[in-house]
């Protein structure tokens, strides 16, 4: 397996609360990617990472931003949590070169918000 | 919006018969993806087939893909309990992201 550990994997938080999700290879991939996944629309991307400092926003980026300060962690942050981002938090990765290549998933992040 | 779309929505068939799941695209792809998603867990890839090849398989499973058609398929053959889960197809949405479609449910009943 590779090595993606998402943290925390559960969280329950209230509406107006900031919330940062943790994502973190072993693997010294370069493409990092976080989705969040609802019922009834798949995996839908929020924002991904091309390397060190640089991430580029996805479809649903609205409410959420990242950091990625080092190869191995990549930081997904909602501000200001609202119920409408209640939903399951994926961390991915990908080494593949001109054009999107195998993704590895982490186990997923549990986000609540009350 | 979604790149993919998967058919059915949810299948349900005894072990040993076949499951075909078919996904439907919009715009020109470099390559298509299928992974799948056991409950609870990660999504874990299964197959890539690039836009120049039009069938591939590994183990039980084929994948074929209809670049005028915009579609492709999934077909596990002889299929066993083990194979319930959803499985997503993905397909490349500029640069190197993957779009995901919203999966179809299989269910393999013993």
């Known amino acids: 397996d590779a090595g993606i550990t998402q943290s925390p994997r559960h969280k329950v938080t209230e509406t107006g609360t900031p919330v940062t999700l943790r994502c973190h290879q072993t693997e010294n991939h370069r493409y990092m990617y976080w989705y969040r996944q609802d019922p009834g629309h798949g995996l839908r991307l929020i924002h991904y990472?091309?390397?060190?400092?640089?991430?580029d926003k996805g479809e649903v980026s609205d409410g959420y931003s990242v950091s990625r300060s080092k190869t191995e962690d990549f930081l997904l942050t909602l501000e200001s949590a609202t119920s409408s981002q209640t939903s399951v938090y994926f961390c991915a990765i990908s080494e593949s070169q001109g054009g999107p290549g195998e993704l590895f998933f982490g186990e997923g992040s549990r986000l609540t918000v009350l | 919006s979604q790149q993919g779309e998967e058919d059915p929505q949810a299948l349900s068939i005894q072990e040993g018969e076949n499951a075909t799941m078919n996904c439907s695209y919009k715009t020109s792809i470099n390559n298509l993806q299928w992974y799948r998603q056991n409950s609870g867990r990660g999504l874990v890839h299964l197959i890539l087939?690039?836009?120049?090849?039009r069938e591939k398989h590994s183990g039980r499973l084929r994948v074929t893909l209809d670049t005028s058609k915009k579609s492709s398929s999934l077909l596990i053959t002889a299929s066993r309990a083990a194979d319930t889960a959803s499985y997503f197809c993905a397909t490349d949405a500029g640069g190197n992201k993957l779009v995901f479609g919203a999966g179809t449910i299989l269910r393999v009943k013993s």
């Open positions: 990472s091309y390397g060190v400092k640089d991430t």
């Open positions: 087939i690039r836009s120049n090849e």
